[in-house]
């Protein structure tokens, strides 16, 4: 396998998921994408590097539950939640879970490649 880092990107919105996937790559980074938290907890294997860019409001398991299942598995990696219409106690629990940033959709896609670059840099 690859060493070299991911970029995760989790959304159940295939219109979202595409453009941010496209938008990604094309900036440089590896991207794997997946519709459900589920769906990555499937293929994600605990030594891949990378950062995890996903929807706070997901069906079925939720971004913030994710963010949950991976801290309690003692799986590190850097985790940026997006949403367009979180509470704001979702956006609370997850930065107080430690995410590196609670994006609303839109997401600002220079803001979003700033934020991936240093939390890819700093693994």
């Known amino acids: 396998m690859s060493n070299e880092p991911f970029v995760f990107v989790i959304d159940d919105e295939p219109i979202v998921l595409a453009s941010i996937v496209a938008l990604l790559k094309a900036s440089g980074f590896n991207v794997n994408a997946f ?24 069906p079925g398991m939720t971004g913030v539950e994710l963010q949950r299942r991976l801290q309690s598995d003692g799986v590190d990696l850097p985790v940026i939640l997006m949403s367009g219409h979180a509470s704001h106690e979702v956006h609370k629990i997850g930065m107080s879970m430690g995410a590196v940033e609670f994006l609303e959709k839109p997401v600002d896609s220079r803001k979003l490649i700033e934020l991936l670059r240093s939390s890819i840099e700093n693994l």
Do not use: I, T
């Open 35 to 58: 519709a459900s938290a589920e769906e990555f907890l499937d293929s994600f294997e605990p030594d891949q590097r990378g950062c995890l860019l996903l929807d706070a409001r997901l």
